[in-house]
């Protein structure tokens, strides 16, 4: 049975950057794979918003500002522990870009997101302390947006980040699986999962609205 879209639903389309992508900084394997079928999703959808991340070259979120520490060690910052990444989507650089492959002409609005030095944020609706917010929920909740479907880049850190956020401020969010990829790191992917379905985020395949 095919899902329907309404007008009043959004497509969300996290952070399909180049650093995200096969030759990037921090690629998520795979990551190239889904941009076709985010622009065929993007077809059924009057409504399509993008996040990107947006980092200073010395964010605290950056293996590289931490003596002796590695990627995808942790540190404890002031908001909690901080997973730390290999240098990426530093803006103006052409890792921070959006793919040219995505064809999404009708897309209103671009969150950036990271851009505070001194706080990382996965989640398009709040950075990581929980306190700074990204003005999407406003955004959305002016338009009247409808459900929230959710697709892109990392499955389990920026996406689930996203869609726990929108379904605790009461958004009806699904994410469409095969039109997301995973970094998967130390059993990341299985617990974001968990943490989606508790929250109830819905879990779907594209071919549900395709057909």
Known sequence: MTITI???DVLVVVDVQYDFLPGGN?????GDEIVPLINALAK???NVVLTQDWHPADHI???S???GKAPFETVELDYGTQVLWPDHCVWQTHGAE???DLDIPHAQLIIRKGFNRAIDSYSGFQEADRENLTGLAG???ERDAGRLYLVGLATDFCV???ALDGAAGGFDVTVIEDATRAIDSNGSLEKAWADMAEAGVGRIMSREILG
């Open 6 to 8: 309404s007008p009043e």
């Open 98 to 100: 959006l793919s040219k």
């Open 44 to 46: 059924k959808f009057k």
């Open 26 to 30: 921090l690629a998520v394997s795979g």
């Open 160 to 162: 689930a980040w996203t």
């Open 65 to 67: 500002q931490h003596e």
């Open 139 to 141: 955004y959305l909740n």
């Open 61 to 63: 979120s950056f293996a």
